[in-house]
């Protein structure tokens, strides 16, 4: 494989439309795994990652069972398959949002999982409910399986990146409301409070429970294909030594996750 064919050439204005309906589609997705995964620190449980086929949820705790849901960009068609032994799939091509939404729901019903998700996007500036967007509605294959090469390269970048720093670092993971893919090191150094932080931030950077400053990374193809080191990003640090929870802010992420589940509901 060729360098311009890893790093094809790809300009958002080719494929605005594409993206923004993509990016509406790995919504829908994302809130059936924010909805079915357990809460983990820094909201980790909810990403997509990159896959051999293009991005998936992994596997999600489903009754006695497992769930999982697969973008595949090969076979562009959206995979649902569950440990029971049900295969569905919803196929990715020009169609609305609510359009996708409604057929992605009825498949997970069909396939015997019930689930119930907050139907507004988030992250962005104008919004329709899921439901009720028959506005994007653009699906390029060829644009998709371009913009999922770039992030199986980025990919492989970060996890190479984030494999040489010994403190505490994010999983490599898509973030489907912004739409990006990132990795996070933590320095493990306590950050104080900034004069005008919230409740919540001051909270979790009380004296009680340090926060850890960390670095975010997201590598782009231009970035890597201009020769930006990506291990670069920040220091070598040794993982800070671990402390007990906060019991408010235990608190105070336990009503976050609480009141999740009520709107999903």
Sequence with gaps: MTVAERWPSLPLAEWRDTANTLHLWTQIVGKVRLALAPMVNHW???????????????????????????????EHALRVETSWGEARSVQ?????????????????????????????????????????????????????????????DVDRVLHEFRGRFIGKCSPVHFWWGSFDIAVTRFSGRGVLPR???????AIRSSPHRARPRCRAAVVSAEHVRRGGDARRVGPRRARAPARLAHPVRNATQKRSAESVHRRAS
């Design 44 to 74: 980790w449980n909810v990403p997509l990652y990159v896959s051999a086929r293009g991005l998936t949820t992994s596997a999600m705790p489903y009754g006695a069972g497992v769930v999982e849901l697969t973008f595949d960009f090969h």
């Design 195 to 201: 004069a005008d932080a919230g409740v919540v931030p």
């Design 92 to 152: 990715l091509r020009p169609r609305s949002v609510a359009d996708f939404y409604r057929d992605v729901m009825a498949t997970l019903k069909a396939a015997g999982v019930n689930v119930r998700i907050m139907r507004r996007p988030v992250e962005l500036e104008h919004v329709i409910p899921l439901d009720e967007d028959d506005v994007h509605a653009s699906y390029d294959a060829a644009a998709a399986a371009k913009f999922w090469q770039m992030l199986i």
